[in-house]
Structure formats: C-alpha cells, structure tokens
C-alpha cells in the first residue's frame, strides 16, 4: 500500500518521468505496428508510459495488483492507447508472455533476491535482434548529489528526488553484476541526471545463450 502510493508520487515527478523518457530515447523508434515492449516490475508504469511514446504497444507487469491499479490510474488520466497493465511474477508465471522487441526494468534488481536468476528471465523475454534495458541508480545517487539535482528545480513534486537518495543512499549493488552477466553481450552503458541514474542496454543475438 504505502509502496503504491510513495512509487504514484515518485512517478509524477518530473525528474522521474523526465530520465525515463530520456533513457528511451536510447532505444530506436518502433518500426512495426506489432513491435512490442514489455516493462517488467513497472510499479505505477512511468517507464510503460515513456516506452509508449517511442510508438510500441507496451505491456507493464508487476506482481503487486496496487501497482498495476495505480499504472492503471495514470494510464486513463493521460488517455494513453496501445497500453496494458497484468499483475505477473517474474519467478511465478501464471500466463505466457510472447518474446518483445524491447524489455525493460527500472528500479528492479535492487528488490531481487536472486539478481542473477533475474537477468537471465528478462533476457529470455527479449526476442532475437531485441534489446533489454536496465535503468538504475548508481554509487553516486546518494542524498548531497540527489539535494543538487533538486535545488535546481525545487518544487514539492520533486521531494520524491530527496526520497530516492535517501533509500537508495549511494547503494546500488545491481551495476557491476549487470556488467559481469552481460560481459559476452553487446552491451552499451549511459548514464543520465548528473551521473547518479545508469542505463545499461543489451542487445540479444539471433543465436540464443546458453547458460
Ligand atoms: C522499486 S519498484 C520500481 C517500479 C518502477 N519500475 C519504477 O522504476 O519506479 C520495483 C517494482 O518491482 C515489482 N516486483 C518485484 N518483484 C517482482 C517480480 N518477481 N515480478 C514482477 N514484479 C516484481 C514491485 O512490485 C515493484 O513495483
């Protein structure tokens, strides 16, 4: 519940919404009317709803119904199409998922206890030639550099910014392991909002991994 409610205000601020629609921007443009991208672990959909804009048909999953409630609210207040949110498990499928052009987790790895075991699931929802992109906080999110970012902007909606340094507090044991899983892939790394947000993005082969 308070989960649900803290991501619904994180989620409309704008230094939230505004690195992730960045981050999409590092992955092409849809090219298909069928092309798809599937954002798992999408809490209240900011990510779904920035992917929505690069022209996919977007399917948000999160196993807590009050996230994919409250990406629902968003989603009828912005009147957005080609978008849908399913509770899911990522370890517990009860439906089957099709491969997608593009799959995404932000803010995921950090709530999994098994990182390893989750790179791999999301990686096999990518489809051959499709990418998979991780946007997470990095070392340098801790609360001095995260306060900077807010007193260029420092409206109440951009409190959530001092709540993520204060969670996330320079921890972010996800990147290297990223790194260390997708070292034989074609993996590319950004980084965004005065170096505190990574984006790593992973293109699949046409010939599957094995391991
Ligand atoms: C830290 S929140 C991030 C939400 C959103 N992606 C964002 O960037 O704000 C992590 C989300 O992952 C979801 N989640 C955790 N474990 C999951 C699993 N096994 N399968 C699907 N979703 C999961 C949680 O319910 C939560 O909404």
């Given amino acids: 519940?308070?989960?649900?409610?803290?991501?619904?205000?994180?989620?409309s601020s704008d230094f939230y919404?505004?690195?992730?629609?960045?981050?999409?921007?590092f992955i092409p443009e849809a090219e298909n009317i069928n092309d798809m991208w599937i954002d798992i672990g999408c809490g209240p959909g900011v990510l779904s709803r920035a992917a929505q804009s690069r022209?996919?048909?977007?399917?948000?999953?999160?196993?807590?119904?009050?996230m994919v409630s409250a990406a629902k609210n968003f989603t009828l207040d912005k009147k957005q199409q080609n978008i849908e949110y399913k509770q899911f498990d990522l370890f517990n499928p009860t439906f089957n998922v099709s491969k997608a052009n593009v799959v995404s987790a932000s803010s995921l790895l950090p709530?999994?206890?098994?990182?390893?075991?989750?790179?791999?699931?999301?990686?096999e929802y990518v489809?051959?030639?499709?990418k998979l992109i991780i946007i997470e906080t990095n070392y340098d999110c801790y609360f001095k550099n995260v306060f900077k970012l807010f007193i260029k902007n420092p409206k109440i909606s951009e409190l959530g910014l001092i709540l993520l340094g204060w969670v996330r507090r320079g921890r972010s044991p996800s990147i290297?392991?990223?790194?260390?899983?997708?070292?034989?892939?074609?993996?590319?790394?950004?980084?965004?909002?005065?170096g505190i947000i990574d984006i790593f993005i992973v293109?699949?082969?046409?010939?599957?991994?094995?391991?």
């Fill in 111 to 123: 709530v999994m206890k098994n990182r390893k075991e989750s790179l791999r699931l999301l990686f």
């Fill in 17 to 25: 919404s505004n690195f992730h629609k960045e981050a999409c921007g």
């Fill in 55 to 66: 022209g996919y048909n977007v399917i948000g999953l999160d196993y807590d119904q009050r």
């Fill in 176 to 194: 290297e392991e990223v790194k260390g899983y997708f070292k034989n892939d074609d993996l590319k790394q950004f980084t965004l909002s005065n």
């Fill in 203 to 211: 293109t699949k082969d046409k010939i599957e991994k094995e391991n």
């Fill in 127 to 130: 489809a051959d030639g499709g």
């Fill in 1 to 11: 519940m308070i989960g649900s409610i803290l991501f619904s205000w994180l989620h």
